[in-house]
Every structure is written in structure tokens, then in C-alpha cells.
Nanobody
Framework: QAQLVESGGGAVQAGDSLRLSCAASGRTFSTYTMGWFRQAPGKEREFVAQIRFGGSKPTYGDSVQGRFTMSRDNAKNTVYLQMNSLKPEDTAVYYC????????????WGQGTQVTVSA
């Protein structure tokens, strides 16, 4: 059974950095598009970043552009989200997701990891 497991969340102060990891198991996701999303309390889920197979240039949501960097290591079946210059508004549960390259909807989701940024 395919599974995505996020790790690396925590509580930090504004301006700090965190690196989230998402380890995939149960199948190979090297040909899948991988994404990061987040959801803050009372808000809708927000797109953060995605990267297609082959390591093409990631795309980012406007609110994280220039501060977050997504990467993938297909040999380890893992994707990462490096988050720099964190702001209190980055506080959310961060989810890793995967979808086949030809499909528009993400159909694999992790359980999420909490990121809390204090002022």
C-alpha cells in the first residue's frame, strides 16, 4: 500500500528555517508529480509547491515564492521542502501529496506535519 509520511515540523520563531521531508513507500513515485500543501485553522487548503518527475524546476505558491525550496531525491523516494525566513502566517499543517504525471488531481496524501511560527 502506497504511503507518504511527512516529518520535520515543529515550533520555531519568525525568521527561522525548517526542512520538511516526505518519505514515500509502497511504490515508486519517481514518475509522479509531488506536491506540498498546507492548511491553517479555519482556512482552506493552500498550494505550496510542486515538482514534476525528472527534477524539473519546481513551481511555488505566491505566498512562499523566494522563501521555500522544494526538491526531490528519487533514489530515496523522498521529497523535501526547505522553508526559510518563516513568518507567523506560515503556521499550518503541511501535507505531502502525489499524483501521476498525467492526472490533475492528487490522489495520495500524507498525514501532515504541524509547523508553528511565533512572532
Amino acid at each position: 500500500q502506497a504511503q507518504l509520511v511527512e516529518s520535520g515540523g515543529g515550533a520555531v520563531q519568525a525568521g527561522d528555517s525548517l526542512r520538511l521531508s516526505c518519505a514515500a513507500s509502497g511504490r515508486t513515485f519517481s514518475t509522479y508529480t509531488m506536491g506540498w500543501f498546507r492548511q491553517a485553522p479555519g482556512k482552506e487548503r493552500e498550494f505550496v509547491a510542486q515538482i514534476r518527475f525528472g527534477g524539473s524546476k519546481p513551481t511555488y505558491g505566491d505566498s512562499v515564492q523566494g522563501r521555500f525550496t522544494m526538491s526531490r531525491d528519487n533514489a530515496k523516494n523522498t521529497v523535501y521542502l526547505q522553508m526559510n525566513s518563516l513568518k507567523p502566517e506560515d503556521t499550518a499543517v503541511y501535507y505531502c501529496a502525489a499524483r501521476p504525471a498525467y492526472q490533475g488531481n492528487y490522489n495520495y496524501w500524507g498525514q501532515g506535519t504541524q509547523v508553528t511560527v511565533s512572532a
